[in-house]
């Protein structure tokens, strides 16, 4: 009598006209997660290109109901950054449907198939990257996320999945993979070959080196400055920046007003909580606001990260700030030898 491994690979065989693999993985679970699953890798090969799902097999015939599968699937998603897909012998129509409105990646051999996620992975990788296109920015969240790991630093052996490259970013899944293949185009960040089915990757050189062939790609964070009302408390997303933080970081003279870093989002946010408001004239003005496509990356988060600051100052006319930029350069290693 066929199995559920076997008629699943039949099916997705017959259904994908691509051959699959299917074998066991060991993950750091939790007992009571290997008591309900079987964990199983799938790997489809489309040409040379290839993508991996995790199978969970479940161990009985009872379907557990879309509300506890999920906080099961969250569970696993923690030991693995792969697809994870649920795999059932049976289901009723309306747990089906419930499974689909719970966004739950599910197999049933012989029936259906609905794994968005493995879709979206697979046009990725299938996608031909156009040698000859050249990236002329990084997008606000890859510097981000690139800046994030220069200050982390690693070793020649240090190894990266995608979830340690966004950090304790809160970036969308497609916005991490749109990250990935922008580092790898310009070469920063090359694919680890040979260590299992999950995507691993390690920079090309040393924080210097990828620094400076970063740096012809890298923008100010900085959108827009605008002039508020009032002088604003520092923390929970509001910070020093421009020569106010650089006058923190060097013997540049503090400007008469400070200047406050922010998202959009936060700026948004305090203006509607009436915290402060765009000021309508000079003498209505307290103090300056710019709007940055990221937060800060300093372990104190009260002031702008020096890398960002000099990005965000770097254009400026003022000879004293140069000055003083260069000065800041000699506090972080990978800036001190800037190209």
Known sequence: MPSLKDDLKAYVESTLGS????EAVHLKLPFHILDLYNPVRMLLGV?????????????????????????????????TDEVI???????????????????????????????????????EKVRQR???????????????????????????????????IMGDFKYS?????KVIDQLLTLKLLTTVKGRGFNNLYSFDGNRLEVFNRA?????SPVRRTVSID??????????????????????????AKPIYGMTKKRFAELIADEQMRPST?????????????????????????????LLSLQDNPDERIQICLDELKEQVTWLASED
């Open 173 to 177: 899944r497609v916005t991490l993979s």
């Open 85 to 123: 897909v649920y795999v059932t012998k049976s289901l009723t129509p309306h747990e089906r449907r419930s499974l689909i409105s719970h966004h739950i990646n599910f197999l049933q051999p012989g029936y259906q198939m609905f794994i968005p996620d493995l879709a979206m992975d697979l046009r």
């Open 130 to 164: 156009r040698e000859s296109e050249e990236v002329s920015a990084l997008l606000p969240a890859a510097q981000a996320m690139l800046l994030g790991c220069l200050y982390e630093g690693w070793s020649s052996e240090t190894l990266f999945n995608s979830n340690a």
């Open 281 to 309: 004239s000079v003498d209505d003005t307290s103090a300056w606001v710019e709007i940055w496509t990221y937060n800060s990356l300093a372990r104190n988060k009260n002031i702008a990260d020096p890398a960002s600051l």
């Open 47 to 79: 040409g040379k290109t290839s993508v991996s799902a995790l199978l969970l097999m479940p161990m009985a015939d009872e379907h557990p109901g879309s509300v506890a599968l999920k906080k099961h699937i969250t569970q696993v998603r923690k030991a």
């Open 215 to 219: 740096r012809s790609r890298m923008r």
């Open 230 to 255: 009032s002088k604003l408390q520092l923390g929970e997303g509001v910070f020093l920046a421009g020569e106010t933080a650089l006058a923190k970081y060097t013997l540049l003279a503090e400007p």
């Open 19 to 22: 051959p699959i693999e299917l």
